[in-house]
C-alpha cells in the first residue's frame, strides 16, 4: 500500500515538475503596455480614448470604491483575505464535479480567474488546471491582497470592450471608477462572471445578478440591512 502511494505521489510530482517547465512569469501581471490613449481639451475634457480592441485605463487601490471592491469580494470569493489561493471547499465541489460529470467547473477564487485572465489560455485541461494552480501558489507569495484585488480588478472584462473597473463605469455611468455610489458598484461587481449576458447595455439581467450582489453584501455584513433594502426598492 506504501508502494502505491510513493508511486503516485511520484507520478504527481513529475506531472508538476513537466507543466512548471514553461510557465509563464507571474510579473506579467504588473501590466506595462495595452492601455488605452486618452486626448484630452486644454480644459481637461477628453476628447478621446483611442484602444485597439481592449479599452482598459489601469486605476490605483486608493481610486477604487470600498464599496466596489466589497461588492466584488462578496459575490467573487468571500474568504479571499483569508485563504492562500484556493478555496478547498470550491475546489472539493470541482473535484466532485470532475469525477461525476466528468468536467472541469467552477471553484475559482479572485487569484484564480486574474491567473486565468491574464497569464493563461481558456482551454479547459488537466494541464492546464494544473499550470493554474502552480500560478496561483505564486502569485500569491508574490503579491499582496491588495494587491491583487487591485490587479484583477483593472484586468478581468466588463462587457464589450470594457476591461477594467475604470473604462467599465465610464462606458456604462459616464463618470470614473471613483465617483461610483454603492448601487452602481453592485451593478459593475456583478458584470465579470458574464459580462455579455449581464451587461445593462444588452438588457436587465443585470438587475437580477445585482440583487444577488446585494444579498451576499448583506451575508458579510458589508452593507446593513437598510442598505439592503434600498437597494431592492
Keep these: 500500500f506504501l508502494g502505491i ?49 481592449q479599452r482598459r485605463t489601469p486605476v490605483t487601490f486608493g481610486e477604487i470604491p470600498l464599496t466596489l471592491k466589497q461588492a466584488t ?10 485563504h492562500q489561493g484556493f478555496d478547498l ?7 466532485f464535479r470532475i469525477v461525476w460529470t466528468r468536467k472541469l467547473q ?3 477564487t479572485l487569484t484564480q480567474q486574474l491567473v486565468k485572465t491574464v497569464l493563461l489560455d481558456s482551454s479547459r ?14 502569485v500569491e507569495s508574490r503579491f499582496s491582497k491588495d494587491e ?4 484583477y480588478l483593472n484586468e478581468v472584462p466588463y462587457g464589450g470592450t470594457a476591461y477594467g473597473v475604470e473604462a467599465a463605469s465610464e462606458m456604462y455611468f459616464n463618470k470614473p ?42 451575508e458579510e455584513k458589508f452593507i446593513s440591512d437598510e442598505e439592503y433594502k434600498k437597494l431592492l426598492s
Design 5 to 53: 502511494i510513493l508511486v503516485g505521489l511520484l507520478v504527481v510530482i513529475g506531472i508538476f515538475i513537466y507543466v512548471a517547465k514553461d510557465l509563464p512569469n507571474p510579473n506579467k501581471l504588473v501590466r506595462q503596455e495595452g492601455f488605452s490613449t486618452k486626448i484630452f481639451d486644454r480644459q481637461g475634457k477628453l476628447l478621446y480614448d483611442v484602444y485597439e480592441d
Design 106 to 108: 467552477g471553484g475559482s
Design 177 to 218: 471608477v471613483s465617483q461610483l455610489n454603492l448601487a452602481e458598484s453592485v451593478i459593475l461587481a456583478g458584470l465579470p462572471q458574464s459580462p455579455t449576458n449581464y451587461s445593462p447595455l444588452r438588457g436587465t439581467a443585470y438587475v437580477g445578478r445585482a440583487k444577488e450582489v446585494a444579498r451576499r453584501m448583506q
Design 89 to 95: 471547499l470550491g475546489w472539493a465541489r470541482a473535484l
Design 125 to 138: 485541461t488537466i494541464s492546464r488546471k494544473v499550470k493554474e494552480f502552480i500560478l496561483t501558489l505564486q
Design 73 to 82: 469580494i462578496a459575490i467573487e470569493d468571500k474568504n479571499f483575505y483569508t
Design 148 to 151: 491583487i484585488l487591485q490587479m
